[in-house]
């Protein structure tokens, strides 16, 4: 969020010998008084309108002029007037924004005295029409103390709906159009606000992949996954893989076979939509343990990290406290310094970026006995400044989640965000700006992300995120048995339910059942779990024969309405194919055999 930061300059106004001197004095001398407008236009400008009011606690001051530093960039049709007329901006720009200063008409002194003064501008940098949903983010409070109150409207048109939410969170009538926030409310943090039901985003990802070595080797490269917030669909895998399956952490892995010394570019397009709610994603009591781990850069087993466990214990309290502790270090991105992890960042907390704010999250609440883990993925940013990147040529970002036993699901929330925001409600409710492409909880180095596939001295452009509008879901399996034809009687007839993804989005989890008209059990039922687009699962299966079995069968599979079948013969040896023309070739050998030893005894004629 922006913040305005008010700088008031003052003339001290001396009686000596019926003449004047003016000095700058401290701008503690005067209240301020604080009533801002943003209204948000339908063709997403904001004209934003100071209302403010100085108010004199000195008999010797007046204020001759007024400063307002912001960080925007986009300032429009900017005027300004106080109670004697119109004023003249004088605007300045700077790498931090722009500094408007005004010079008053009036000269008010006196104790109590007031000036009032407008300033109104527009600005294309509060309100943004996003793809599927449209964001409001009005600065936040550079300094509290500077304001004896400050009040912020936010007007907004009714075609926009209902906020599907507002930070800080305020009562408001939808049909108003109108919401309203006091200082108690803003604290230091500004305002979020958002409309639309989720988000949809169209992705254009390239992985670089290289086999060094004299002999072929299989890798695999981590697709964006379908999550509890997020729905997925693959549109296409250049080349494609020879299987994509589903890791325990959910995440996607397509797995590649390298010839020697080959280099490859995995080419991936797709589109996600982003949900604002998390779906229902249980975790199972027995595998807490795996994400109470403690792993390379999340120290859990460390002192300091326990004893801040057990003083914090809720992630809300701890998500607090690294919101609170840490500070955002810009160089750190630009020098491409290595991964402190949390024990480093608690000891230098100075020095963080998101990485650190997550690993120090994921450290503490693990030590706490909360199953946590990390996130990496992109994040739609308009501000770098105010909501950071890690690797800013691929949009990337990183931040925590962790389980929540009560609600049943894992919970995203962004510690870096609340804190380069001044306090933005990132635990609570996230937005529509996060995408996840690995989820990281069994191991806090693997799967790598996209875009961090890249061969040396690679600095391209990898990861390419657009908004989109469509999302249509193709569906489609293919189901086949994979067996040999022929069974001995009395021998296991086993085989595998090989099931294909042909469509674009993860498959459901489904049941399938296998029957046999003689062989035992004559029916069976097996679960497919879900798969992810261009992958397969092998699932065995195995009936018992009889022995004297001389019969055709046909095993069959059940889907739905959907039937897929297999013939295969069971007889015994001495009418098998195989076996008769075996004994046939036996019989002839020992014929001539008997033949040719016969011959050896005729007589020896002349």
């Keep these: 969020m922006q913040n305005w930061i008010p700088k008031l300059k003052l003339l001290l106004l001396i009686f000596l010998i019926g003449l004047f001197s003016p000095q700058n004095v ?36 007046y204020a001759s002029s007024y400063s307002i530093q912001v960080s925007f960039a986009d300032l429009q049709n900017v005027r300004a007037s106080d109670s004697q007329g119109l004023l003249s901006p004088e605007i300045t720009k700077s790498a931090k924004g722009n500094t408007i200063k005004l010079i008053f008409n009036d000269k008010i002194t006196g104790i109590g005295n007031k000036l009032n003064f407008k300033l109104s501008f527009e600005t294309l940098e509060i309100a943004q029409n996003l793809g599927s949903v449209w964001e409001v983010n009005v600065p936040g409070l550079s300094n509290q103390n500077d304001y004896a109150s400050f009040n912020a409207t936010v007007l907004y048109p009714s075609s926009l709906g209902k906020p599907t939410f507002i930070k800080p969170n305020v009562s408001f009538q939808s049909s108003t159009g109108r919401l309203f926030f006091t200082k108690n409310n803003l604290g230091r943090s500004g305002i979020s606000i958002a409309f639309g039901e989720y988000q949809i985003y169209d992705f254009h990802l390239t992985y670089h992949l290289a086999n060094k070595n004299l002999f072929p080797v299989r890798t695999e490269i981590a697709l ?80 300091e990290i326990k004893k801040l466990a057990e003083e914090l214990k809720t992630p809300k309290n701890i998500y607090q ?106 635990f609570d409710v996230l937005d529509f700006d996060h995408f996840a492409f690995v989820k990281k909880g069994l191991d806090s180095d693997y799967p790598v992300p996209a875009g961090g596939y890249k061969l040396a001295k690679n600095e391209t452009k990898d990861v390419n995120v657009t908004f989109g509008d469509d999302f ?135």
């Design 224 to 303: 964006p996954p379908q999550t509890n917030y997020q729905d997925l669909l693959i549109d296409s895998v250049d080349p494609k893989p020879a299987n994509v399956k589903k890791d325990k952490d959910g995440n996607w892995l397509a797995q590649y076979n390298l010839p020697p010394s080959k280099n490859v570019d995995v080419k991936v397009t797709g589109r996600a939509k982003i949900y604002l709610t998390p779906r229902e994603e249980t975790l199972e009591s027995s595998d807490f343990p795996q994400y109470l781990k403690e792993k390379p850069y999340w120290q859990v087993g460390s002192a």
């Design 26 to 61: 401290n701008a503690q001398t005067f209240a301020t008084d604080y009533n801002v407008t943003y209204q948000v236009l339908q063709n997403a400008k904001t004209l934003v309108t100071f209302d403010v009011t100085l108010t004199n606690e000195s008999e010797q001051y």
């Design 321 to 426: 406290y690294v919101v609170d502790s840490l500070t955002y270090d810009f160089s750190r991105v630009t020098n491409s310094l290595s991964r402190a992890g949390a024990l480093n960042v608690f000891k230098n907390p100075q020095s963080a970026v998101c990485l650190e704010f997550t690993d120090l999250f994921v450290a503490i609440a693990r030590a706490a006995g909360i199953p946590t883990r990390e996130v990496d993925g992109f994040a739609n940013t308009q501000n770098a400044v105010e909501r950071p990147l890690s690797l800013i040529k691929d949009v990337l970002h990183a931040w925590p989640e962790y389980y929540d036993s009560e609600k049943k699901t894992w919970v995203m929330i962004d510690p870096t965000w609340g804190n380069t925001t001044g306090g933005v409600d990132y």
């Design 472 to 606: 249509e879901i193709v569906e489609g399996k293919d189901v086949s048995i994979i067996m040999s034809d022929q069974f001995f009687p009395g021998s296991k007839v086993a085989g595998l339910v090989r099931v294909r993804n042909m469509g674009n989005s993860l498959s459901s989890k489904e049941e399938l059942k296998i029957e046999s008209s003689f062989l035992n059990p004559r029916e069976r039922k097996i679960v497919v779990s879900e798969i992810p687009p261009l992958g397969f699962i092998d699932i065995p299966f195995e009936f018992a024969t009889e022995f004297l079995t001389n019969k055709r069968e046909t095993i069959r599979i059940s889907s739905g309405r959907n039937e897929y079948t297999k013939s295969l013969l069971i007889s015994p040896f001495f009418i098998n194919k195989f076996t008769i023309g075996g004994g046939l070739s036996f019989v002839a050998i020992t014929v001539l055999s008997i033949f040719a030893a016969r011959g050896g005894r005729l007589p020896f004629r002349r």
